[in-house]
């Protein structure tokens, strides 16, 4: 099984802050790899696919890098309203495995 | 509406059997590849099984494999979680979700709690 590790495991930022998260995978994805955004209570939402590809909808402010074993998920200006846990998925080869996790919480 | 509406959760003994619902409404439900995915209380989010649009291939976790089967019916717009042998371990909210293809979850369940216990 592939597994996905994040860093950090949690951060605290302002409004207006940059934030990058980071998602390693065990062995090399291609570009098999999802970013969501949950917030508590709620389901999970698909931000980006494909390493880099925004989902309709989603703000420009996300934005999503990498291939192979590596990627980056990077909130350009935090809003109130990101202030939540994100997860990265990857999506190369059954089973699916996600990352633990990333708290993104108010400084 | 776009939307997935799971049931079926609730308090069951070790050993037990619980059977899981999911709804789907707003979209073409026989198009899509779809999915459960759990999240155990306060933890991070577990992909359990998938089925293709026609039933013909499904794919399971190793910890649930033998124990859950995932079915469809797309004359009624319903994907199934059979669940037996339940285990303190599979305690979690279950999700009901559409994959993108194949690969990503894009529409996710509000989510049912399953609760496993004497």
Known sequence: ?107 | EVQLVESGGGLVQPRGSLRLSCAASGFTFSSYWMSWVRQAPGEGLEWVANIKQDGNERYYVDSVKGRFTISRDNAKNSLYLQMNSLRAEDTAVYYCARSFVNRYFDLWGRGTLVTVSS
């Open chain 1, 1 to 107: 099984d592939i597994q996905m590790t994040q860093s950090p495991s949690s951060v605290s930022a302002s409004v207006g802050d940059r934030v990058t998260i980071t998602c390693r995978a065990s062995q090399g994805i291609s570009s098999w790899l999802a970013w969501y955004q949950q917030k508590p209570g709620k389901a999970p939402k698909l931000l980006i696919q494909t390493a880099s590809s925004l989902q309709s909808g989603v703000p420009s402010r996300f934005s999503g890098s990498g291939s192979g074993t590596d990627f980056t998920l990077t909130i350009s200006s935090l809003q109130p309203e990101d202030f939540a846990t994100y997860y990265c998925q990857q999506g190369n080869s059954f089973p699916f495995t996600f990352g633990p996790g990333t708290k993104v919480d108010i400084k």
